[in-house]
């Protein structure tokens, strides 16, 4: 049992470039969400899903776009790179009806 | 505006001591709280929940307490353990957001043996 996997690890992009962050769970839930982590200031949440074909924004969405077709995939596309969007980003998961989150590892994203 | 803080500072303390992390919050109802712990490079890990009807809950050598007055939850680890070193999230939910939660900016704790 995998539990969310998220690619790829480290990323380097130059300002203006576009990319996906990938992000898979193995456990059927309902519930998924992405989060940037930045030094001194905890995790803010961008994106979330309730189920398949439903999203809607966190905190700090502006620049990031999310679909969600399967229950499984919750990819996090960066439009057009920049700088302030150099941070740590984490993909998390939960059964609807249950608060506790189940995160990936991250990936790594700096842009030059 | 709403705001969730921790300790600031990172916490140091000996092997065998009790470790006690504070998580304030301000202008929120939170419907619960939760605790986390971060390991360098890895994502959150889940450890304990508490909903605002519960004073206090326990797991093994962990203990959280949630005072709705104060809004302040405290998270306590007995007989603490160098292994215990990482950094711990709070985390609030509110009602009817749809289990989007609130992180804390999170305390680093160092257990020296």
């Known amino acids: 049992n995998a539990g969310v996997t998220q690619t790829p690890k480290f990323q380097v992009l130059k300002t203006g470039q576009s990319m996906t962050l990938q992000c898979a769970q193995d456990?059927?839930?309902?519930?998924m969400s992405w989060y940037r982590q930045d030094p001194g200031m905890g995790l803010r949440l961008i994106h979330y899903?309730?189920?398949?074909?439903?999203?809607d924004q966190g905190e700090v969405p502006n620049g990031y776009n999310v679909s969600r077709s399967t229950t499984e995939d919750f990819p996090l596309r960066l439009l057009s790179a920049a700088p302030s969007q150099t941070s740590v980003y984490f993909c998390?998961?939960?059964?609807?009806?249950?608060?506790?989150?189940?995160f990936g590892s991250g990936t790594q994203l700096s842009v030059l | 505006s709403q705001k969730i803080e921790q300790n600031s500072e990172a916490l140091n303390i000996q092997e065998g001591k009790t470790a006690t992390l504070t998580c304030n919050y301000t202008?929120?109802?939170?419907?619960?709280l939760q605790w986390y712990r971060q390991d360098p490079g890895r994502g959150p890990v889940f450890l304990l929940l508490?909903?605002?009807?519960?004073k206090e809950k326990r797991k093994e050598r962990l203990k959280v307490t949630f005072d709705t007055t104060l809004k302040q939850s405290l998270f306590h680890i007995t007989a603490s353990q160098p292994a215990d070193s990482a950094t711990y999230l709070c985390?609030?939910?509110?009602?009817?957001?749809?289990?989007?939660?609130?992180f804390g900016q999170g305390t680093e704790l160092s257990v020296k043996p």
């Open positions: 998390a998961s939960s059964p609807l009806g249950e608060e506790k989150l189940f």
């Open positions: 456990m059927n839930h309902e519930y």
């Open positions: 899903s309730v189920g398949a074909g439903i999203t």
């Open positions: 202008n929120y109802s939170p419907a619960y």
């Open positions: 508490i909903r605002e009807n519960e």
């Open positions: 985390a609030l939910s509110i009602y009817n957001q749809g289990g989007k939660l609130i």
